[in-house]
C-alpha cells in the first residue's frame, strides 16, 4: 500500500514569510497528526485529527500556526509568519483510529523546513 | 506529562558487537512503548512495540522488554552489522483515547566494519 505522502521535501524560506506544508496519510487511515522534529530532538506533537476533528492542539503555536483536514483526507500544516526557531523538520503520521488497541502510526519523509 | 529519556549519543560500534539503548520513561496509567529507526533520508519507521508489562517486543535481531518496576524498555541486539546505523527513538503512546506518541531525544548509532 502506498505510505503517508508529503510535499514539498525541502523549503528555505526567509523569517516572516509564510509556508504551507501538505500531507495525504495512508487510504482509510482516519487519525492524522503533524509533528515538528528540530535538530537533535526526538519528533514533539503539534496537533491531532480525527477524521476532520481536532482532537489535540494543545502544542500548537495557534499565533503561527494553522492545520487543516476540510475533507478528513489530506492535511495542510501552514506557519504565517515563521521564525527562525520553526527551523525543523515537519513530519505527518497517520493510523486507523482512535480506542483501537495496537494501532501503528506510519510517517511521511517529512519536510525539512530552513527559516534563514 | 508523560516523558520518555533515552540514552545520549551518539554510540558507535564495531560490527558485530553487542548494543544496549537505554530508555526510561514517566506516564500515567499503562502506556505502550515503542522503538522507532530513523535511517538517514528515510521516515520513522516502527522496529518494534509492547503494549503490556513483562511483553518483549522484537524484529530484525532487536529486542525490548517492558519493564513496569524499572520504568524502561531498553533496546538490545546481540550482534549489530553496518546496515543497523540509523537514529534510533524510544516513544510512549498514552493510555488514553488519544494515543499520542510521546519520543525521546533519539540516539545516533554507527556501526562501523
Known amino acids: 500500500e502506498a505510505g503517508v505522502a508529503q510535499s514539498p521535501r525541502y523549503k528555505i524560506i526567509e523569517k516572516r514569510q509564510s509556508v504551507a506544508f501538505w500531507c495525504n496519510p495512508i487510504s482509510g487511515h482516519a487519525t492524522l497528526y503533524w509533528y515538528q522534529q528540530i535538530l537533535g530532538q526526538g519528533p514533539k506533537l503539534l496537533i491531532q485529527f480525527q477524521n476532520n476533528g481536532v482532537v489535540d492542539d494543545s502544542q500548537l503555536p495557534k499565533d503561527r500556526f494553522s492545520a487543516e483536514r476540510l475533507k478528513g483526507v489530506d492535511s495542510t500544516l501552514k506557519i504565517q509568519p515563521a521564525k527562525l526557531e520553526d527551523s525543523a523538520v515537519y513530519l505527518c503520521?497517520?493510523?486507523w483510529g482512535q480506542g483501537l488497541t495496537n494501532t501503528e502510526a506510519f510517517f511521511g519523509q517529512g519536510t525539512r523546513l530552513t527559516v534563514v | 506529562g508523560d516523558s520518555v529519556t533515552q540514552m545520549e549519543g551518539p554510540v558507535t560500534l564495531s560490527e558485530e558487537a553487542f548494543l544496549t539503548i537505554n530508555c526510561t520513561y514517566t506516564?500515567?496509567?499503562?502506556?505502550?512503548l515503542f522503538w522507532y529507526v530513523q535511517y538517514p533520508g528515510e521516515g520513522l519507521q516502527l522496529l518494534l512495540k509492547?503494549?503490556?508489562?513483562?511483553d518483549k517486543g522484537s524484529n530484525k535481531g532487536f529486542e525490548a522488554t517492558y519493564r513496569k518496576e524499572t520504568t524502561s524498555f531498553h533496546l538490545e541486539k546481540g550482534s549489530v552489522q553496518v546496515s543497523d546505523s540509523a537514529v534510533y527513538f524510544c516513544?510512549?503512546?498514552?493510555?488514553?483515547?488519544?494515543?499520542?506518541?510521546?519520543f525521546g531525544s533519539g540516539t545516533q548509532l554507527t556501526v562501523l566494519p
Open positions: 509492547a503494549t503490556k508489562a513483562d
Open positions: 506516564a500515567t496509567g499503562y502506556p505502550s
Open positions: 503520521a497517520s493510523s
Open positions: 516513544a510512549l503512546s498514552d493510555s488514553g483515547s488519544a494515543r499520542q506518541l510521546t
